[in-house]
């Protein structure tokens, strides 16, 4: 079947859009990547998402004409990256996540809450709050479909959420699909704005799929870029190559201090957005650095070992030993100085990007939502509840079907 997959990440940089063909069943299935691209989306619609993802205000009309202006363009990209091929027949649309709000502990998530009692901390707060999670991403299915004439499959993390879980991250179980191994542990690192993984478990053991694990290590690019914006006047939006940070050097004391932050130690199941690793974040991190005296490029190397240490200590705490291979993958991946940073931190386990195990790295996110959206058709469950806490596996995404013929 050929699926296409959208997906705006938490860098908010624009829309990446698959092509692809998948068989199969369950976690058995193949894949072909026919076409990928990234569609930025226009600045006036970047400046306004990157407002709201800053808790600027907006109306309900104005976020009804924001959400139909995000999926007016995830409904271009859907069509371009057909352009030359022969059409799809269903579309998997993540769309943009504008607020992301992890379930209370002891209350909404699955492993914990227990019902028919109000947990500890849900007692505090006040009736209004659910212990729920929430998570809100814009560009309805609806106009997508409405747009393109084809089914559209959106809104994954809802049901997730509903299970009790974090709705988030989703990837792991396409990761179990198209990058396990018969003989070894791997983590799938993905370093978009944010950073997740997905241990997978060597698939000779029998009950490999429950041992999987999945959570966000905290900040990938978020806070790099913000840095790079600021510390260039705006002139410059990544660091490529990791170039800038690379002539600089990390101070280890700051890493430490920011280190031992409450996200960092917390044991999976766990999410995070930008309302943590965002704008205010880097503000603090900014202020601690004054009494360093650090240079830009210092600066830029302690986010960037920030980043590294965070993921590489993150499997030192959570998982039962150390994978036998890492695979890179998201933006951060092209990012020379980061890698060679996780390389150096996890010594003797290569790091390489999932490229080269065959795996398009910018583009497996999109491919995950193709995938999910197949799944969703197929009637097969797109959560695992070891990565985001969830009760049980459920379906994934509402279904938008089109009735208007253009
Ligand atoms: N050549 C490069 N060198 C350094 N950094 C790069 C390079 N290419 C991309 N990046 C980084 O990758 C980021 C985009 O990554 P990606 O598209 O995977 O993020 P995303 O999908 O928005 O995030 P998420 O996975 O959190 O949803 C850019 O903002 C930039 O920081
Ligand atoms: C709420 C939300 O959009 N979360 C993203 C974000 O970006 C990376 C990380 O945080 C991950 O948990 C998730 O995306 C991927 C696609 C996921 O669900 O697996």
Request: glycine share 10%; aromatic share 8%; hydrophobic share 40%.
């Amino acid at each position: 079947m050929r699926v296409i997959g959208l997906i705006s990440g938490t860098s908010v940089d624009g829309i990446d859009a698959v092509l692809v063909d998948v068989s199969g069943t369950n976690l058995d299935i193949k894949i072909e990547l026919v076409a990928g691209a990234t569609y930025p989306y226009p600045t006036y619609l970047r400046e306004r998402i990157l407002a709201v993802c800053a808790d600027k205000a907006l109306s309900m009309a104005e976020l009804a004409e924001l959400d139909d202006a995000i999926a007016c363009a995830f409904a271009q990209a859907a069509q371009n990256i057909q352009l030359g091929h022969s059409p799809a027949s269903l579309i998997g649309s993540h769309g943009q996540t504008v607020y992301h709000r992890p379930p209370v502990k002891g209350g909404g998530e699955g492993e914990r809450g227990r019902r028919g009692e109000l947990p500890h901390p849900y007692s505090l707060l006040p009736t209004t709050y659910s212990p729920l999670g929430y998570s809100l991403q814009l560009g309805r299915g609806a106009v997508i479909a409405h747009l393109t004439g084809m089914t559209t499959i959106s809104n994954f993390r809802a049901a997730d959420i509903a299970a009790g879980g974090h709705g988030a991250p989703l990837v792991p179980r396409v990761d179990a699909a198209l990058l396990s191994d018969f003989n070894e542990g791997r983590c799938i690192q993905n370093i978009g704005g944010i950073g997740n993984v997905a241990y997978v478990p060597p698939r000779h053991n029998s009950n490999w799929l429950e041992k999987l694990r999945g959570w966000d290590t905290g900040p990938g690019n978020s806070l790099l870029d913000l840095a790079v914006e600021h510390l260039s006047s705006g002139t410059k939006t990544y660091d490529e190559n990791g170039a800038w940070a690379a002539s600089g050097n990390p101070c280890n004391p700051l890493v430490e201090k920011w280190l031992s932050q409450d996200y960092f130690h917390l044991p999976p199941p766990k999410s995070t957005g930008r309302e943590l690793f965002g704008a205010s974040y880097l503000q603090n991190c900014l202020q601690d650095a004054e009494a360093y005296q650090l240079s830009p490029a210092d600066i830029l190397a302690t986010l960037a070992e920030l980043t590294a240490a965070s993921i590489v200590r993150s499997y030192r705490s959570f998982l039962p030993q150390l994978p036998q291979r890492v695979l890179l993958c998201g933006g951060g991946s092209r990012n020379l100085y980061l890698k060679n940073r996780i390389q150096h931190l996890l010594a003797s386990v290569p790091v390489m990007t999932t490229d080269e195990v065959g795996l398009n790295a910018d583009f497996k996110e999109a491919i995950a939502f193709a995938v999910l959206a197949y799944w969703r058709h197929m009637g097969t469950p797109g959560n695992l509840p070891t990565a985001t806490g969830a009760l049980q596996e459920v379906l994934l995404g509402d279904v938008s079907q089109s009735v208007f013929r253009w």
